[in-house]
């Protein structure tokens, strides 16, 4: 398995892209055939070769398809069909991003996958992609530079307004203030915080929140994974009012008890690592 994550070297591509990252894996390759991809407030455009095909289980509804696509930020787990050989290259907007880049006049913002040319930008033609797919292990700096140099003219397009400013800096409060201090520490009302978040991003700044929590409570406890688990001090460390507040709020994001998700493991983090 071969795997590497980086961010943008360009400052313009970096406002709207939080890193790119590259995914292989061979024949020889074991693990889970059907990894979940747990919720993520950010949209990832995935380049992958014309031919190789892809499944996503997304909200009970089989999306299948060829190539490129991009996966809008996704509210709930989205099960992947990893059981064959595959070579991948994300780039992973940052939160609101596809609103500035209009993906949101031809897409939902949220919960959908698109899969056509609409949704990639221009000038990177067949021959070009195949050589950047396969050089992506050895020439990683390479690659990058690359990428940044595809996105600048299509992100230099991108379109800034009063609710994609206010959303930005949403975004840097959720997860260290409080929901309902934000519109006061932005001297707006709280409804106009609100309904900016939702237009931009497609969802509640409760719901942004909850993923960033999430997220950080699968990181600890993939960096821990050689230790037992106390839930009630997890519980307590993430801010649950007790144990049965996680496995119920675990059980609900997830599917499953925290006792058969460790017997499991089977989030990307968990197969993949965290890309670091």
């Given at each position: 398995?071969?795997?590497?994550?980086?961010?943008?070297?360009?400052?313009?591509?970096?406002k709207?892209?939080?890193?790119?990252?590259?995914?292989?894996?061979?024949?020889?390759?074991?693990?889970?055939?059907?990894?979940?991809?747990?919720?993520?407030?950010?949209?990832?455009?995935?380049?992958?070769?014309a031919?190789q095909?892809?499944h996503?289980?997304?909200?009970?509804?089989?999306?299948?398809?060829?190539?490129?696509?991009?996966?809008?930020?996704?509210?709930?787990?989205?099960?992947?069909?990893?059981?064959?050989?595959?070579?991948?290259?994300?780039?992973?907007?940052?939160?609101?991003?596809?609103?500035?880049?209009?993906?949101n006049?031809?897409?939902p913002?949220?919960?959908?996958?698109?899969?056509n040319?609409?949704?990639?930008?221009?000038?990177?033609?067949?021959?070009?992609?195949?050589?950047?797919?396969?050089?992506?292990?050895?020439?990683?700096?390479?690659?990058?530079?690359?990428?940044?140099?595809?996105?600048?003219?299509?992100?230099?397009?991108s379109?800034?307004?009063?609710?994609?400013?206010?959303?930005?800096?949403?975004?840097?409060?959720?997860g260290?203030?409080?929901?309902?201090?934000?519109?006061?520490?932005?001297?707006?009302?709280?409804?106009?915080?609100?309904?900016?978040f939702?237009?931009?991003?497609?969802?509640?700044?409760?719901?942004?929140?909850?993923?960033?929590?999430?997220?950080?409570?699968?990181?600890?406890?993939?960096?821990?994974?050689?230790?037992?688990v106390?839930?009630?001090?997890?519980?307590?460390?993430?801010?649950?009012?007790?144990?049965?507040?996680?496995?119920?709020?675990?059980?609900?994001?997830?599917?499953?008890?925290?006792?058969?998700?460790?017997?499991?493991?089977?989030?990307?983090?968990?197969?993949?690592?965290?890309f670091?």
């Amino acid at each position: 398995m071969n795997s590497w994550k980086q961010q943008p070297t360009n400052s313009l591509v970096a406002k709207y892209v939080d890193c790119y990252w590259f995914l292989e894996k061979s024949q020889l390759d074991s693990g889970v055939d059907y990894p979940k991809l747990n919720p993520d407030p950010a949209g990832t455009l995935i380049l992958a070769p014309a031919n190789q095909s892809y499944h996503y289980d997304l909200q009970n509804i089989a999306i299948r398809g060829m190539g490129c696509h991009i996966l809008m930020p996704n509210t709930g787990v989205i099960t992947m069909d990893h059981s064959k050989p595959f070579l991948i290259l994300g780039i992973k907007f940052n939160v609101g991003a596809l609103y500035s880049l209009k993906f949101n006049q031809a897409y939902p913002l949220v919960d959908y996958i698109a899969a056509n040319e609409d949704c990639l930008p221009p000038d990177l033609d067949a021959m070009s992609m195949q050589t950047l797919l396969c050089n992506s292990t050895e020439q990683i700096t390479l690659t990058c530079k690359t990428l940044d140099q595809w996105l600048l003219p299509w992100i230099k397009k991108s379109h800034e307004d009063q609710h994609s400013e206010l959303a930005r800096h949403i975004v840097s409060l959720v997860g260290t203030t409080p929901i309902y201090d934000i519109g006061q520490t932005l001297n707006c009302s709280q409804r106009t915080a609100e309904r900016a978040f939702r237009r931009v991003t497609g969802m509640t700044m409760k719901q942004h929140e909850s993923m960033i929590r999430f997220e950080a409570l699968l990181t600890y406890l993939h960096q821990t994974k050689d230790n037992p688990v106390n839930w009630a001090d997890t519980a307590a460390q993430f801010d649950f009012s007790d144990q049965p507040h996680l496995i119920r709020y675990l059980k609900a994001t997830v599917g499953v008890t925290p006792t058969d998700y460790l017997k499991q493991r089977n989030l990307t983090i968990d197969v993949y690592g965290d890309f670091e």
